[in-house]
Structures are given as C-alpha cells and as structure tokens.
Nanobody, 123 residues
Framework: QVQLVESGGGLVQAGGSLMLSCAAS????????MGWFRQTPGKEREFVAS????????YYADSVNGRFTISRDNAKNTVYLQMNSLQPEDTAVYYC????????????????WGQGTQVTVSS
C-alpha cells in the first residue's frame, strides 16, 4: 500500500514557476514508477510527466516538454514536478500517482493516487 500527498500548488502569474512535491509512504517507494497528471472541470485526467523506478527514464506530454521537469529522491520518498514558464492553460488540479516498476501515460494503469493540489496561472 502506498499513500501519496501532494503539496506546492498555488497561484502564480503567467511566466512564473512552481515546484510540486509528492510525498509517498511505504518502504518500497523506489520500486514504483511515479506520474503526474492534471485535470480541469469537465475533462479527463491528462498525463503530464512520469518517471520510472530506475530514475533515468522520464516522459513528458508534448504540451509541457521543455518547461516541466520530473525528478525523484528515493531517500526522501518524494517525487517532484518543477514547472517553469507556466501559462494559463496549465491551470488544473495536479495529481501524483504510483504504479509498480514501469511508468505509463495512462491514468487507469496507476494504482495509487494523491488527493491533488490546485495550480492556478493568471494571465
């Protein structure tokens, strides 16, 4: 069982930056791939980025590639999402998720989810 708690969301102006954190419980965190997704009202949860349990493998949605960076610190059981050059279209609730070993871009393939953190980007 893995419990995930996101933090770091907030209100930022366009062009600004935020770093989201996701703290995970459990002693086997390093064996889980981690993902970040986002969701706006009335839309499906959208893949943002993922990182495999072997931290060299990262994946990004085209919409955030070059602006967002996912990383993990297995010693701290934490995954991060550094978000730069934020735009109003990045406004959403951001969720972190975990699944065993290999990462995925599909929300339904993740087993554990956090409660989400709101990111609002003003123009």
């Amino acid at each position: 069982q893995v419990q995930l708690v996101e933090s770091g969301g907030g209100l930022v102006q366009a062009g600004g930056s935020l770093m989201l954190s996701c703290a995970a419980s459990g002693r086997t965190f390093s064996s889980y791939a981690m993902g970040w997704f986002r969701q706006t009202p009335g839309k499906e949860r959208e893949f943002v980025a993922s990182i495999s349990w072997i931290a060299g493998n990262t994946y990004y949605a085209d919409s955030v590639n070059g602006r967002f960076t996912i990383s993990r610190d297995n010693a701290k059981n934490t995954v991060y999402l550094q978000m730069n050059s934020l735009q109003p279209e990045d406004t959403a609730v951001y969720y972190c998720a975990a699944r065993r070993y290999s990462s995925s871009v599909y929300a339904h393939e993740y087993d554990y989810w956090g409660q989400g953190t709101q990111v609002t980007v003003s123009s």
